[in-house]
């Protein structure tokens, strides 16, 4: 009974950091096409973005309705509507029964803007559909304990994580923390590794 259940028993290969580095190399070159492909013309910064979602829910809301409902100030409201406006993403219209009062509207590349960000809100969707629960939170654990990895590091070496990187370098340049060997080789599809 139990050479049969050890002869069902598949067991995962053993792969080797280089070939985990490589996939994760692969599927990061590949996300970052895919968001490119997907990029707006015009990003946002968050404020905005959320002010063009409120505008987008709310069209014809006037100033002082949009400065109550995102709890800042007036003049910062103005600001805000002022670069909106540059971008031509919203436009002001004076209300036709009260003249003082002006109403604010999306513009046809706000509408597209608005709509493309909530169309990668359905990218996050698409790229895990493949994956169950379990999956998801096991990629989810392995990212965080990555991310902890380098966190650790960067506190070691007394680094500023929020510091935003510096331009690349001219031609290539070997990770520091990793020893120099040759490039690794792009065999194409993965297959897929059996699974216990």
């Known amino acids: 009974m139990d050479e049969d259940k050890n002869a069902q028993t598949i067991e995962a290969p053993v792969i080797s950091s280089d070939e ?19 990029r707006l013309p015009y990003g946002p910064y968050r404020g905005q ?48 029964t009260d003249k003082r009062v002006t109403r604010v509207f999306l513009s046809s590349e706000g509408r597209k803007l608005v709509d493309r960000s909530q169309n990668q809100d359905d990218f996050a969707e698409q790229l895990f559909e493949g994956l169950t629960d379990g999956e998801k939170g096991t990629f989810h654990t392995i990212l965080k304990k990555l991310c902890v990895s380098f966190e650790a590091q960067a506190l070691l070496a007394d680094e500023d994580n929020e510091k935003p990187l510096p331009p690349p370098a001219k031609g290539p340049v070997p990770p520091p923390l990793m020893k120099k060997r040759p490039p690794l080789k792009d065999d194409g599809p993965v297959p897929p590794h059996p699974v216990k």
């Open 20 to 38: 985990l580095l490589l996939i994760l190399s692969r599927f990061t070159r590949l996300y970052q096409k895919e968001l490119y492909r997907s």
């Open 49 to 96: 973005s959320r002010v063009l979602h409120l505008i987008a829910d709310n069209d014809g809301l006037n100033q002082k309705e949009l400065a109550a409902l995102l709890d800042i100030r007036s003049p910062s409201m103005s600001e805000l509507l002022d670069k909106l406006e540059r971008s031509d993403l919203i436009t002001r219209e004076k209300d036709e």
